[in-house]
Nanobody, 117 residues
Framework: QVQLVESGGGLVQPGGSLRLSCTSS????????MGWYRQTPGNERELVAGISSGGWQRNYREFVRGRFTISRDDAKNTVYLQMNSLKPEDTAVYYC??????????WGQGTQVTVSS
């Protein structure tokens, strides 16, 4: 059974930073490209950033480029999202899943990020 468990969210002021983690089990993690996605109420889940198997390729949506950094540690079966210069519009529930393309049965509970003063 595949499990992806996100953590690291919280309440932060505009301009602040957070580091999200997503730890996997039940898959051979190093074989998969991984992505971070986010969702706000009433909207569809959207890709934030993706990293290829091996970490050689990274892809960022324009709205986070230069502020967020995706990385992975295959020894720990974990993918990270370092988020700097956070804005109120970054407020969302953040999820990880495979990339490119997600697996419907891999979605976890997500971690809430709230950017507010």
């Amino acid at each position: 059974q595949v499990q992806l468990v996100e953590s690291g969210g919280g309440l932060v002021q505009p301009g602040g930073s957070l580091r999200l983690s997503c730890t996997s089990s039940g898959i051979i993690f190093r074989f998969y490209g991984m992505g971070w996605y986010r969702q706000t109420p009433g909207n569809e889940r959207e890709l934030v950033a993706g990293i290829s198997s091996g970490g050689w390729q990274r892809n960022y949506r324009e709205f986070v480029r230069g502020r967020f950094t995706i990385s992975r540690d295959d020894a720990k079966n974990t993918v990270y999202l370092q988020m700097n210069s956070l804005k109120p519009e970054d407020t969302a529930v953040y999820y990880c899943n495979t990339w490119p393309g997600t697996r419907a049965d891999y979605w976890g509970q997500g971690t809430q990020v709230t950017v507010s003063s």
